[in-house]
Each structure stands twice: as structure tokens, then as C-alpha cells.
């Protein structure tokens, strides 16, 4: 695995007079595999609403610019990213040719991501989320400790997308698009690839750190996974019953539910009706078509298998 080390570029822009400026001169010449990464913003440099998504997002990175520069010069991230790659080729007994990891200072719409530019997967890391647990940054504020398990979960996506063989439709339906297209293009896939695609995500990324907790892995509080555990297969149930988990396209609104974060949905009480962020991660497990514990290139590379009705677990 290559590993392109961006921080320096970003605190660049992020220090420079007008960073707005700095960051679209710098965006807009990166290479096609760095405007992947930002594909989730929904907009590119030359359209008319840059600006209006843009510039809120670098001032709000402003607050917390010297917190996270000096994230970036401590360097504990770096050995843990090395640590990460370490760790998952030593999982798999080979070494991996067709993935990049990718770290940066992002404009925090995630934490970690994924992505594919021609034949090679992507594994993105956004240190912005990593400052010190409490920090009240705005951001997610999730340690640099926790960095080896989500640069786990997204190398299994990047595995997923450039493996020959698999079963992903991500190189097909990808193999032509602009790097800006790469986050629209993957929310046209079924929910049923998503959520199995998310499943085995978390569950490398568990081998990876086998000391993580189940809810470290999938990314929720303990009560969130609880209420999963307990109400999870109905809740399945009950979509299975209201959505196509086969159709391309699926509304937004069936993505933001089960695979998104809302502030709005973090506490209790949940229901049916107003599930944990990120059920989706959760309910995965029942689109597996092998449990098998085996080689994990194959089953990371599996196609997914619809659950019967009424046959969650």
C-alpha cells in the first residue's frame, strides 16, 4: 500500500491569508485521486455554488487550526497509519499493490472514506475528526488511538473495489467517471451492496484491532448498539417491507437514514420510526451470502444475498 501523506498542503491553505482562495487553487490542480476524497461535497471548483458550501466549512476549521497542526507535527497519527498497514497485510499474508492511503485535513464531512480511481482503491483519513477525545472542536473528536480501526474499515472498502474478481459493481459503474462524480455515483448503488459492503468493513476492521469493541467498530455509543441487538432484525424487517434493497438509485432519504449521521439521532429514545445513526453498518450482517472466517480477499470480495422476509436474526 502507497501511502500519500497530505497534511503539509493542507495546513498551507489552512494558514494562507484567504483560505478559501488557497484551498480551490489547490483542490482544483491535485491529483484526480485527492478530488475522489472531496467528491462527497457535491460541488467542484468551477460550479457557481463552491464558494456557498465551501467557505463555511474552512472557517469553521479555523476554530481549530492550532489544536490540529499540532496533531499533524506530533506525528502519532503517521505511526499509526503505518502501524494499520502493517497490521492488514499481515492479516492478509500478502502485500497489497492497488490501494492508496490518503491523509489530509478534510472539510469534515466524515472521518475516514473510500474511493476508487481507475483500477486502484482508495483509503482516506480526515485528521480534523481525531483531535482529543472532548475537545468540543465541532468535529467528531475521536483520538488518534481510534485511527487503526476506520483506516481498517476503509481498506476493506478499497480492497472490496480493486480486487480482481469481485463482486463490488463499483469498477464497472466507476470506470469512466470524473474523480468528482466518485460519492454520486456510489450512492446510486442498491442499499442491499451498501449495507454488505459496510458489514465487512467493520468486521476487517475488527480483525485488524482485535481489541476494539463491537461499538468502536461500527461506529456507535453502546446504547445505540444495544438498541440494535435487541430491535435491529425488526427494524430490518420493517424496511425490507417498505423499500427496494435491490433497486439502483435509492432515495436519499433511505441512504442519510441508515447509513448517515444526525446529531438529532444520538440519544435515546429510539424506535422504528427514529433508528440509531448508522443502522445500516449493523444490519449489514444479514446481506452476507458466506460467513465464512477464511481467506478475506475472498470474502471481502463476496456478492451480497437478500435476507428472506422474516428471517433476520
Given at each position: 500500500m502507497n501511502l500519500f501523506d497530505y497534511t503539509d498542503q493542507a495546513m498551507s491553505w489552512l494558514n494562507a491569508p484567504d483560505p478559501l482562495q488557497a484551498f480551490t487553487r489547490w483542490v482544483r490542480d491535485a491529483p484526480p485521486w485527492v478530488q475522489v476524497g472531496f467528491s462527497g461535497l457535491g460541488s467542484t471548483?468551477?460550479?457557481?455554488r463552491w464558494h456557498e458550501l465551501v467557505g463555511p466549512r474552512l472557517a469553521a476549521l479555523q476554530d481549530i487550526r492550532k489544536p490540529l497542526l499540532a496533531l499533524v507535527e506530533e506525528g502519532t497519527w503517521r505511526r499509526l497509519v503505518t502501524w494499520a498497514i502493517q497490521r492488514t497485510e499481515g492479516l492478509l499474508g500478502v502485500h497489497i499493490d492497488q490501494v492508496d492511503i490518503v491523509v489530509s485535513v478534510g472539510l469534515g464531512m466524515s472521518n475516514a472514506s473510500q474511493g476508487l480511481w481507475r483500477e486502484r482503491g482508495l483509503a482516506f483519513l480526515w485528521l480534523e475528526h481525531f483531535l482529543k477525545p472532548g475537545s468540543r472542536s465541532g468535529y467528531l473528536d475521536m483520538g488518534v488511538d481510534s485511527i487503526p480501526v476506520w483506516l481498517g474499515h476503509e481498506i476493506a472498502h478499497a480492497l472490496r473495489y480493486s480486487t480482481p474478481g469481485t463482486s463490488s459493481p463499483v469498477p464497472r459503474v466507476c470506470s469512466s467517471i470524473e474523480p468528482w462524480s466518485f460519492w454520486?455515483?456510489?450512492?446510486?448503488?442498491?442499499?442491499?451492496?451498501?449495507?454488505?459492503?459496510?458489514?465487512?468493513?467493520?468486521?476487517?476492521?475488527a480483525a485488524?484491532?482485535?481489541?476494539?469493541?463491537?461499538?468502536?467498530?461500527?461506529?456507535?455509543?453502546?446504547?445505540?448498539?444495544?438498541?440494535l441487538e435487541e430491535?435491529?432484525?425488526e427494524l430490518l424487517q420493517s424496511r425490507l417491507g417498505q423499500w427496494d434493497f435491490s433497486a439502483w438509485d435509492p432515495p436519499a432519504s433511505w441512504v442519510e437514514e441508515s447509513l448517515g449521521v444526525h446529531t438529532g439521532r444520538m440519544e435515546p429514545p429510539w424506535s422504528l420510526y427514529r433508528p440509531p445513526n448508522r443502522w445500516g453498518y449493523f444490519g449489514g450482517r444479514e446481506f452476507l451470502s458466506s460467513r465464512s472466517r477464511g481467506d478475506w480477499l475472498r470474502r471481502l470480495t463476496q456478492r451480497y444475498e437478500l435476507p428472506a422476509p422474516g428471517g433476520t436474526t
Open positions: 471548483p468551477q460550479d457557481n454520486a455515483t456510489l450512492n446510486r448503488l442498491p442499499l442491499a451492496e451498501r449495507f454488505l459492503d459496510e458489514c465487512l468493513a467493520t468486521e476487517f476492521s485488524v484491532v482485535p481489541g476494539a469493541t463491537d461499538s468502536q467498530v461500527l461506529g456507535m455509543s453502546e446504547p445505540e448498539r444495544s438498541w430491535n435491529g432484525g
